[in-house]
């Protein structure tokens, strides 16, 4: 059987099937959806850091008309468990995570009370009448505090405020250290985060009384492991729960985690038997949402004088906040730091030790990149000040440490797998497109003139598409290694494709129907493709940790294969001619080298759908298959990123002149939505590099509750960016596709901070911390003095 692509659009920059819906408005977000008979819900949120609950009065609330029902924490105790996130990994310890606080409160923002009303006016107005009193308890504001003897512990059953710890290491590095001519230090402070969607967090849930069966709509990135999560807590048969996640307005990991919002709501409608709705607003998304990134990394880099590392030493401690995020845990954040410091270098010596502290603050979770960000901050920092110590390019020092072609695979000091990769072309790649050697002149010229221009360099490793050899958070007991695909060929001759992936702005729709178009041998417009709902699907989890274009793309390449070798057995049956000898093109089969004996899909479908009188003998009817794909290890995808900068000697603002990635996601499934990624990633990195912070005061109130006080980038601060591809197919996955939806968040933070620590370099500046705000320069400046 031969087969043609048709023509083939894997690698073709097409344009996104999806915008047309989502520009004229024809969207299907949580909002949209208005069930008649749909109740809406408010919650009640702490003001408080740390306290006892001692009463929670509701009467006046209750009293209000249009309020249906209001519920404490008690009284959801009753309808539903608190979430606990598990894990096998030694160090860390589970604690409880309930829908409404039930007996204290761990956070500003935490939800006290539900009420749900006729309309959102109603139960907002409804939910200021509800009277609590406080018990203050000490408020926990930082990792040293709470680690503090005496420090007020927030979950008793967790024995103390240490909730992970956690150690990788190779080699005898403190005798590498110990003996190393040139050893750099740094602590490197990378601030608390949150993500920006465009559509706040919300759900409806609806729920039958005649027949028992949920129905959650949410902008969830997840609905697989929302909906396995639901039926335990909820002691609710996983097939009387569907979880549809249609449009979601951004994700960036924030929303791949269960939320105690939705297991209220669902609790909620259940007791009820109405459809009750809850949407959040800017404030309640700050308050409520997970954080991220909120780590200090001790780090020292031992080298030989020639510049090639010896060994590397860290500490890491991460503020982790007041709970365990479901399904990921507090571990997800600060062990990934220690797994991929070291980087795409040989580090022979290596010992990574970390520890997440709980604290008064929104929980940690999952966000684009996910400790890679931080990691690579630290790792590339330290490479820049050794190159400085030893009057090498920063260019240079890196090459001389790369993992080599002949090293692959290379196994990390931390256990990661690294299958073939492309460290030193894209290094070489970027250094070109950025045109080095004349950007480095024009520095000079610049400094000269009294100008704090300065070059950055950063290159990084990630690893995606993970498979079931290891879990996507350390020792999570989660399933999450295998994704799956059904493709139907329909009578008339068109495609559907179903997935447990969910979009949330990756263009999934468009790329997963080019791989099956290709593989079926039909035109794109032909194939239809459904994600996002659980009562669809076949078994899947949601969409994650640079994880869709391998394994969808994997099971859409099983299913399709399995879908066109049926439809060539029966078209060969219809032609009278061996399945060997015919070739497939835009749904048209014909015979090899006789083009007018052929038939159409259409037809092949129908014969597929008419019984086994049509079909070839012993072949059951129908036209689809199922296809599970499991890539195991997964794979890696890489890049070097490379910026020009200066820094306005007035304002202290650093401006971006220029802005280079070189990147390599294997093979390309559309240019245009690769382009649109890194556009985006590093735009998100850019503001961690810049601007955003999440700052609570010493009582642990909140001080960047909206986006007067929480600043992101807007269009004006995002420079233009030349994206350079390089294509090699991984080795280990299906179609040689690699993640890449996180990497420009990764390397953005840590080629700003390079860039701007090498425009101070002559002032013996480092940058330590991000972001890197126009105050943290001034003040760097003036302790340096060269300003007064």
């Known amino acids: 059987m031969q087969r043609v692509a048709s023509p083939k659009l894997v690698g073709a920059r097409v344009p996104r099937v999806e915008d047309t819906r989502l520009l004229v408005g024809e969207g299907r977000y949580v909002d949209d959806f208005r069930p008649t008979g749909c109740l809406y819900a408010a919650f009640l949120r702490s003001p408080h850091a740390h306290a006892c609950l001692a009463r929670v009065e509701t009467g006046a609330a209750r009293s209000l008309p249009g309020v249906v029902v209001v519920v404490t924490g008690e009284e959801m105790a009753g309808w539903t468990r608190p979430v606990r996130a598990a894990s096998k990994m030694a160090g860390y310890r589970v604690s409880s995570f309930p829908a409404l606080a039930s007996g204290k409160v761990r956070y500003v923002g935490e939800a006290v009370a539900l009420v749900v009303a006729e309309s959102r006016y109603v139960a907002e107005d409804a939910a200021e009448r509800i009277s609590v009193d406080y018990e203050p308890l000490g408020s926990v504001r930082d990792p040293e505090a709470a680690l503090a003897p005496g420090a007020p512990v927030l979950h008793d059953e967790a024995g103390g405020n240490l909730i992970v710890s956690r150690e990788f290491s190779r080699g005898d590095v403190d005798g590498a250290i110990d003996a190393a001519p040139v050893v750099v230090r740094g602590r490197f402070r990378f601030r608390r985060h949150t993500a920006l969607c465009m559509e706040n967090r919300g759900c409806l849930a609806e729920y039958s009384l005649a027949t028992g069966m949920l129905v959650l709509r949410s902008s969830t990135q997840c609905p697989g492991l929302v909906r ?93 906040g007041a709970y365990s995020i479901y399904p990921w845990t507090a571990g997800i954040e600060p062990v990934q730091v220690i797994s991929f410091l070291p980087g795409p270098y040989r580090v022979p010596t290596y010992r990574g030790r970390t520890r997440g502290v709980a604290t008064c603050k929104a929980p940690m979770g999952p966000y684009r990149g996910v400790g890679r960000p931080p990691a690579v901050f630290a790792m590339e920092g330290l490479l820049d000040r050794a190159a400085r110590r030893l009057g090498l390019d920063p260019t240079e020092i890196r090459l001389r440490n790369f993992i080599r072609g002949d090293d692959f695979p290379y196994k990390s000091p931390s256990g990661i797998v690294w299958d073939r990769s492309s460290f030193t072309e894209t290094l070489l790649r970027a250094r070109d497109a950025l045109g080095y050697e004349a950007a480095r002149a024009d520095q000079a010229r610049a400094r000269t003139e009294g100008r704090w221009v300065g070059i950055g360099i950063a290159s990084y ?69 459904v994600h996002g709902d659980t009562a669809l699907s076949p078994y899947g989890t949601g969409t994650y940790a640079s994880r869709s274009a391998v394994l969808a793309g994997g099971a859409a390449i099983l299913a399709g294969r399995a879908v066109a070798e049926k439809a060539m057995r029966i078209a060969a049956h219809l032609l009278e001619a061996a399945p060997e000898d015919l070739t497939i093109r835009e749904g048209r089969i014909s015979v090899r080298g006789m083009a007018d004996r052929a038939v159409t899909l259409r037809d092949v479908a129908r014969a597929a759908y008419s019984g086994v009188r049509r079909l070839p003998k012993g072949m059951e009817p129908g036209l689809e298959a199922t296809r599970f794909y499991d890539p195991y290890y997964g794979t890696a995808s890489n890049a070097t990123h490379a910026a020009v900068v200066e820094v306005d000697r007035d304002t202290f603002a650093v401006r971006i002149q220029r802005y280079v990635v070189a990147e390599d996601c294997g093979t390309i499934i559309n240019p245009l939505i690769v382009d649109g990624q890194v556009h985006g990633g590093v735009a998100q990195g850019l503001g961690a590099a810049l601007l955003e912070e999440i700052v609570y005061d010493e009582s642990g109130q909140l001080l960047t509750g909206t986006l007067m006080d929480y600043l992101a980038p807007t269009a004006s601060e995002i420079p233009t960016m030349e994206v350079h591809h390089l294509e090699t197919p991984s080795p280990t996955t299906l179609g040689g596709f690699r993640g890449m939806g996180e990497g420009g968040t990764i390397g953005a933070p840590a080629v700003i901070a390079n860039a701007v620590a090498d425009a101070l370099s002559p002032l013996g500046i480092e940058v330590n911390e991000l972001p890197i705000t126009p105050e943290r320069l001034f003040r760097l400046l003036r302790k340096a003095g060269a300003v007064a």
Do not use: N
């Open 228 to 320: 396995d999560v639901l039926a335990d807590l909820l002691d609710l048969p996983e097939h009387r729960i569907r979880v549809v996640a249609a449009d979601v307005g951004g994700g960036y990991g924030a929303k791949a985690s269960l939320y105690p919002e939705e297991i209220a709501v669902c609790a909620v409608a259940r007791h009820l038997g109405r459809p009750v709705k809850w949407i959040s607003d800017r404030r309640e998304d700050l308050l409520a949402t997970s954080q991220a990134w909120d780590e200090t990394i001790e780090a020292e880099l031992a080298l030989t004088g020639e510049g090639i590392v010896l060994g590397l030493r860290a500490e890491v401690t991460a503020d982790i």
């Open 461 to 529: 490793v990630e690893l995606t598409g993970i498979g079931s050899a290891i879990p996507v958070s350390p020792g999570m007991p989660v399933a999450t290694g295998t994704e799956a695909a059904t493709i139907r060929v329909d009578p008339a001759g068109t495609v559907t494709a179903v997935f447990g992936i969910a979009s949330h702005g990756q263009g999934l729709e468009t790329s997963l129907a080019q791989i099956v178009a290709d593989e079926v041998g039909v035109k794109l417009g032909d194939v239809h493709v």
